[in-house]
């Protein structure tokens, strides 16, 4: 696959915790994606919250950063009234941090998919109205 990806916060903590039903699903996946995967601060962070309870799951995260799978490729101080926009229109969503991060990326990278578990990226939309392309488990 060619086109870039986005990560989202489940299929990280999918593809690292074994125990994760989705685990099969985020690693056959994620060997189908060509690195760098591309996520935020807020995705990160979530991941690490979620994978406390993991002995390797926090270094796992920082040892994919450090090997450049994936790479932070997004300045909120800089995107912070475009993701104020995106959180005020999905309000009743409602949309996280992270959430609202992704979407604005996917408008920045205009050829990339978000890679997630989270069904609310079938509500999100990308310059208002564009269908965010997206790499998720088939229902």
Same mark, same amino acid.
């Given at each position: 696959m060619t086109?870039?990806?986005?990560?989202d916060?489940?299929?990280l903590v999918a593809l690292l915790d074994r125990g994760d039903r989705y685990h099969g699903w @985020?690693?056959?996946?994620?060997?189908?994606?060509a690195p760098p995967l591309l996520t935020c601060e807020a995705v990160l962070a979530e991941a690490w919250h979620?994978?406390?309870r993991f002995s390797r799951g926090r270094d796992a995260i920082l040892d994919l950063l450090a090997r450049n799978v994936i790479v932070i490729a997004f300045d909120l101080g800089a995107e912070v009234l475009s993701v104020r926009k995106l959180a005020a229109?999905? @309000?009743s969503v409602p949309m996280s941090l992270a959430d609202g991060c992704l979407v604005r990326m996917s408008e920045l990278y205009a050829d990339a998919a978000v890679i997630t578990l989270d069904s609310d990226?079938?509500?999100y939309r990308k310059h208002g109205r564009q269908v965010i392309p997206l790499l998720c488990p088939k229902s």
């Amino acid at each position: 696959m060619t086109r870039r990806v986005v990560l989202d916060t489940g299929p990280l903590v999918a593809l690292l915790d074994r125990g994760d039903r989705y685990h099969g699903w @985020a690693r056959d996946t994620f060997a189908e994606v060509a690195p760098p995967l591309l996520t935020c601060e807020a995705v990160l962070a979530e991941a690490w919250h979620l994978l406390r309870r993991f002995s390797r799951g926090r270094d796992a995260i920082l040892d994919l950063l450090a090997r450049n799978v994936i790479v932070i490729a997004f300045d909120l101080g800089a995107e912070v009234l475009s993701v104020r926009k995106l959180a005020a229109k999905y @309000a009743s969503v409602p949309m996280s941090l992270a959430d609202g991060c992704l979407v604005r990326m996917s408008e920045l990278y205009a050829d990339a998919a978000v890679i997630t578990l989270d069904s609310d990226f079938s509500v999100y939309r990308k310059h208002g109205r564009q269908v965010i392309p997206l790499l998720c488990p088939k229902s």
